[in-house]
């Protein structure tokens, strides 16, 4: 398996110079605070290796939309407060509050990085690895961000995509592609259609 640096490496930087890493938790907070909104399409690996794709929305703070292939009759949506879960194919509905998730790093620029966050080594100074986790709440699990030094992104980083481990050590990999940032977004992209036969939520 190579190494996870390399794995978000994009294909325009594989012959760049590597560059120093200094200071690189502000880097990410500086990127996190600046970014309003971000739409990609993105590659999900699950620990079986079963792949999805599909297209990601985000607008801070705390919304967020993963859209999958046609195929896939499953949603997830953050609306500020929560994320929900909607599988279409049994009309189940789960919710959970953002903050007990992983992506809530991702979704509240505001949270002090410094506090629950570190640079991991990576192999590729190219690659900038944030891991974030609760030490007083393991049970939420864990995230590792991915980001490529690029000077016109904000604040020099792209975000590449991250890697989410949950409380049983079960890993999520997703990779993102078409990063557009700072693009308008409605706050409708964030509204779903209750399968429980309720009408649209928001």
Do not use: C
Request: aromatic share 8%; glycine share 8%.
């Amino acid at each position: 398996m190579k190494p996870l640096a390399t794995f978000f490496l994009p294909a325009a930087l594989v012959a760049a110079p590597a560059v120093a890493q200094r200071g690189d938790l502000a880097l990410v907070q500086q990127h996190l605070r600046a970014v309003t909104t971000m739409t990609a399409d993105f590659v999900q690996t699950d620990r079986t290796g079963k792949v999805l794709t599909g297209t990601l929305t985000l607008k801070r703070p705390g919304k967020i939309r993963f859209q999958y292939q046609p195929d896939v009759p499953i949603l997830i949506v953050g609306d500020g407060k929560a994320l929900t879960f909607i599988d279409y194919s049994v009309k189940q509905v789960s919710r959970w509050p953002i903050g007990n998730s992983p992506l809530g790093v991702l979704l509240d620029p505001s949270r002090d990085l410094s506090a629950f966050a570190r640079i991991v080594p990576g192999g590729d100074s190219r690659i900038v690895l944030a891991e974030a986790r609760d030490p007083r709440h393991p049970e939420y699990g864990a995230i590792t961000l991915a980001f490529a030094r690029e000077a016109a992104a904000p604040a020099g980083l792209r975000l590449q995509g991250w890697v989410a481990l949950d409380s049983q050590n079960n890993r999520t990999t997703v990779k993102l592609t078409n990063q557009r940032f700072n693009i308008p977004v409605s706050d409708e992209a964030f509204k779903w259609r209750d399968p429980r036969g309720s009408g649209p939520r928001s």
